[in-house]
């Protein structure tokens, strides 16, 4: 059960019944992949167009600092044991380093051809590379900030997702339409899998013990059995999927829809769409908030980190509609306050037209 979700027992009444988007906060140009620090209640945005990072601070909603980085930062990790942020350039081909909690650059770290997607084994200080024009993933040793590794991936490696369980790596290879499947421990490739075409993101789900994949070409969100494998369902979502995350009791599972400018909330145990949540333009990933269970939404299109508040719930219940609504107007004649002619409806039949109501005191 995430953080003030309703219980059995209880529940909430009226307007409580539904999400609630508390603020729109700019960070910078292109924002993608988000990051929270839990302890000093902050967010970490990658923007992209912006070639850099902005903190927020996530109680006054409000930026507190931007640093530069490489060339088009897309993937975000923080390490909480070192208070480091890396993040992907993929343009410059690097993984920049800096301190969370002041945005000092520390280092840069030589990665593979175009940097897309990162993976993090925070028991093995790992971060995995998904390395689009290079189709490898780049092992890098998180405390002595170096590369020790390359695994040979599929055609567009990017987003990776790290099943802690069993220690396995899975990278989606955007252009071969496939999951690399590897070892996170020995770095041994174990296996391909195809997915959908276009996968753009990928998470895993200790909880229910789930990989979903956010096939962006084809509109559907599909999931696996971490245990063997094999693909248990398959959800269908509004246009262009590219982000995923999934609530803290594996219930919920958050899909950004860059083509629409909302997010699909899927109920993960009645195998269906829920609701959708209207957040920015073009939004580009999402993650949940541990402490308060707000779902945080990159908008690349907006420039913008959307908060909402319980994003289990659906929106609010729309205002009645009025009885007028849809029947005929009704006949009138009014005099012309100009020219004093009288004036009737029956001359704007078939036009568009607004009548402005007004008192003359």
């Not at 925070?122 to 189709?135: E, H, K, M, V």
């Not at 040793?141 to 790290?162: F, K, Q």
């Not at 195809?194 to 753009?200: E, I, K, L, N, W």
């Amino acid at each position: 059960m995430g953080p003030g979700e309703p219980t059995a027992e209880g529940g909430y009444g009226g307007f409580d019944r539904a999400h609630r988007v508390l603020a729109h906060v700019r960070v910078g140009m292109g924002p993608e992949a988000i990051a929270v620090d839990v302890r000093r209640r902050r967010a970490f945005v990658a923007c992209s167009r912006s070639d850099a990072v902005t903190a927020v601070d996530l109680v006054r909603m409000t930026p507190l600092w931007r640093t530069r980085v490489g060339r088009e930062p897309i993937p975000l990790i923080f390490d909480a044991p070192t208070g480091r942020l890396f993040t992907a350039d993929a343009r410059s081909d690097t993984l920049s380093v800096l301190d969370a909690a002041t945005g000092e650059p520390l280092t840069r770290i030589a990665v593979g051809a175009y940097p897309a997607g990162l993976g993090y084994h925070p028991r093995l200080r790992r971060i995995f590379s998904g390395d689009t024009a290079g189709s490898t993933v780049t092992v890098v040793d998180v405390d002595r900030l170096e590369p020790i590794a390359a695994i040979p991936a599929g055609l567009g490696a990017g987003s990776i997702a790290i099943d802690l369980r069993r220690d396995r790596g899975y990278c989606a290879n955007f252009m071969a339409a496939s999951l690399t499947v590897f070892d996170a421990a020995t770095l041994r490739p174990l296996d391909r899998i195809a997915v959908g075409r276009g996968p753009c993101k990928t998470v895993a789900d200790p909880v229910t013990d789930r990989l979903y994949v956010a096939n962006s070409l084809e509109n559907t969100v599909l999931w696996l059995s971490l245990a063997d494998g094999r693909v248990g369902g398959r959800f269908t979502v509004e246009r262009a999927p590219v982000g995923v995350a999934v609530s803290r009791d594996g219930h919920h599972v958050y899909v950004c829809n860059r083509g629409a400018g909302t997010v699909s909330v899927l109920d993960a145990r009645a195998g269906a769409e829920s609701h959708r949540i209207r957040v920015g333009y073009g939004p580009g990933d999402c993650v949940i908030d541990p402490a308060t269970g707000r779902l945080l939404v990159s908008n690349a299109g907006s420039g913008s980190l959307t908060v909402v508040d319980r994003p289990w719930l659906p929106g609010p219940e729309p205002p009645p509609r009025h009885p007028a609504v849809g029947r005929p107007l009704p006949g009138f004649a009014l005099p012309d306050l100009h020219t004093g002619r009288i004036r009737t409806t029956r001359e704007w039949a078939e036009k568009k037209y607004v009548i402005n109501f007004f008192a003359s005191w």
